[in-house]
Every structure is written in structure tokens, then in C-alpha cells.
């Protein structure tokens, strides 16, 4: 399981797009070796067939598609946005921060959801997040969760 590892976290990602921000996030996975090149496009289908129920919290966006389109590891990889993207969920938009999950079975996605809802559950640390530029910031404030 590879979580916010350093080769799969970028920051101040430039979009223009919600799309652009999904394979953004989704090409990480793909250049980690995680995920297969048919997944990115397979997170772009989802968001476009069942809109964008993925944006879970106020700034923040988890696209996934399905285990069987490609996952070769469960994996989340991370970006913040240079600009907020507008995605279609008024509730939460715009969105800042993208978090591709990728996980082969029912058992591995909550586990990944359960280590993501530890770190996104705290204001302080999604305020963090828009202010951090570097993987040691990052991984600075997921070892505040990791006790």
C-alpha cells in the first residue's frame, strides 16, 4: 500500500479543468507503478457518467474509478491546485485539493479512506494543506496523524 509517498504528491498544479486535475492526480499513480495508464481515463469517465459525488469535503475531491480498471496497488496520490477548480458540486466546490485513490478491494479502500478521514478530518490540518509547498510539510502533518 503506498500512501502519500513523496513520488506520488505534487504541489501548485496548474488546471484549467476538473478533468486536467484528475489526470493530474491519476498520473502519478500511473508514473508510480501503481495504477495502469487506463485508470486516469477510467476516473475521468466516472466523474463525467455520475458527476461529481467525489468531492466529499469543502476544497476537496478523492476521484477513484474501479478496482478492475486498472489498480495494480492500492495507492493515494496527492495534489494541491495553484487555482481552485470548479467542479460541479455546489456544496463543496471549488476544489483545491485532489486525492486519487486507487484499491483493488473493498477491504483496502476503506483502509485507505480510514487513513485519509484521519488527516482530512481536522480543520487545522486541510488549512495546513493549502499552505504547504514541500513533501516534508506534508508528511510533517501526516505524522501528526500516524500515532
Known amino acids: 500500500m503506498k500512501f502519500l509517498e513523496e513520488n506520488l504528491v505534487a504541489f501548485d498544479v496548474e488546471v484549467s479543468s476538473p478533468e486536467e486535475a484528475i489526470r493530474a492526480a491519476g498520473n502519478l499513480l500511473a508514473k508510480g507503478g501503481v495504477v495502469e495508464e487506463g485508470y486516469i481515463e477510467a476516473m475521468v469517465r ?3 457518467e455520475n458527476g461529481p459525488y467525489f468531492v466529499l469535503a469543502p476544497k476537496i475531491a478523492l476521484p477513484h474509478a474501479r478496482p478492475e480498471d486498472g489498480v495494480k496497488e492500492a495507492s493515494v496520490s496527492f495534489i494541491s491546485l495553484k487555482h481552485s477548480i ?39 490540518n486541510v488549512e495546513k494543506l493549502a499552505e504547504i509547498h514541500t513533501y516534508k510539510e506534508l508528511h510533517n502533518i501526516i505524522r501528526g496523524n500516524d500515532q
Open 46 to 48: 466516472s466523474y463525467h
Open 86 to 124: 470548479v467542479f460541479g458540486n455546489t456544496a463543496n466546490d471549488p476544489v483545491q485539493f485532489v486525492f486519487a485513490l486507487g484499491a483493488s478491494s473493498s477491504e483496502e479502500h476503506l483502509t485507505l479512506l480510514k487513513k485519509l478521514m484521519l488527516l482530512l478530518n481536522s480543520k487545522e
